[in-house]
């Protein structure tokens, strides 16, 4: 299938499945984690059911077959697909229980010892500034969508909307696992920095995808966002280009992606991952091959941060 995913540099998706298992000394199950890229639209559009997909149904076959409180959790799920079966939503969510039963086997098989008894988290509240056109129009809380048919339905008032988007970012430790918390939807490219020298003393890598906001799609390179935007500028006019190029005796690529028009800025995703190393670092862990751009990006990290909620 033609897709502006299918080649560099956003062509390598990540099928790493990974699973942190609880125990009691006495070998029961008491809890079992498991963190996997891919969106939760096993059973795609058609579908007029509430439901959690995947994430819930990999909870259900947990506590099922091996007891304790089971989880779910998506990871860098930019770009990232089920790759689901052909047929009804009876069959798709078939083969999706098929497939988390077969992993958490696999990985219940493969699981080593986790080293180390530290806990710990450590948030850094950030600012980025919102350069998407199409979501600055529609930065207003609004009960319809607005003028362009989107909204980010956020607050508008300091600290999370000043002349930039306030947000969370951050880690945790869970002995020597680390678990990077990304406010949106990174590409896998950002999973593979910290976890191939980005992060390191770590004896296993984590990501939260979607964890304490859900502000759009994060790449890593400047090469990355002229390629989301070449191919989805026009993606809320149904991409229209394509149509001119075939008419002109063109190959269209048929991609008409929505990464750009859900894209807050082109910085994002390098920010993300240097507050995140930053909180790697807090967190007893070391980092490396930091972005050059770095302190600039982190320099408001920390300030203005909203006032925390005292416990009842």
């Not at 499945?17 to 639209?41: C, K, M, Q």
């Not at 990871?75 to 939503?89: H, I, Q, R, S, Y």
């Not at 980025?128 to 989107?150: C, D, H, K, T």
């Not at 507050?275 to 990006?297: H, M, N, Y």
Request: net charge negative; aromatic share 8%.
């Amino acid at each position: 299938t033609k897709s502006s995913y299918n080649r560099p540099p956003t062509n390598n998706p990540d099928r790493q499945f990974r699973a942190l298992f609880a125990d009691s000394p006495d070998g029961h199950r008491i809890a079992t984690w498991v963190n996997y890229a891919p969106h939760a639209t096993v059973l795609g559009s058609a579908n007029s059911d509430a439901t959690g997909d995947w994430t819930a149904w990999a909870p259900q076959e947990i506590e099922r077959l091996y007891g304790g409180v089971g989880m779910g959790t998506v990871g860098a799920l930019g770009a990232m697909d089920w790759n689901k079966p052909e047929g009804d939503n009876d069959a798709r969510e078939a083969e999706a229980r098929q497939r988390i039963r077969d992993m958490v086997a696999a990985a219940t098989a493969a699981r080593q010892p986790v080293h180390g008894d530290e806990l710990g988290v450590e948030l850094s509240f950030v600012h980025e500034p919102l350069m998407q056109p199409f979501l600055l129009l529609n930065y207003v809380p609004r009960i319809a969508p607005g003028p362009l048919g989107l909204s980010i339905q956020r607050s508008v008032t300091p600290p999370w909307n000043t002349a930039l988007v306030g947000t969370y970012a951050g880690a945790a430790r869970i002995g020597d696992v680390f678990v990077s918390a990304f406010p949106g939807e990174p590409f896998p490219e950002l999973h593979y920095q910290l976890r191939e020298g980005g992060v390191t003393g770590a004896q296993a890598n984590f990501l939260l995808g979607a964890a304490n906001d859900f502000l759009g799609y994060m790449l890593r390179t400047n090469e990355q966002y002229q390629q989301a935007f070449t191919e989805g500028a026009l993606y809320l006019g149904g991409c229209p280009e394509e149509e001119v190029i075939s008419g002109l005796g063109g190959d269209p690529d048929g991609a008409c992606p929505d990464h750009w028009t859900l894209m807050v800025s082109p910085t994002i995703g390098r920010h993300m991952v240097c507050t995140i190393q930053d909180a790697a670092d807090r967190l007893g862990f070391g980092s490396a091959a930091r972005d050059s751009e770095c302190a600039v990006l982190t320099a408001l990290d920390g300030i203005a941060a909203p006032a925390e909620i005292a416990a009842p």
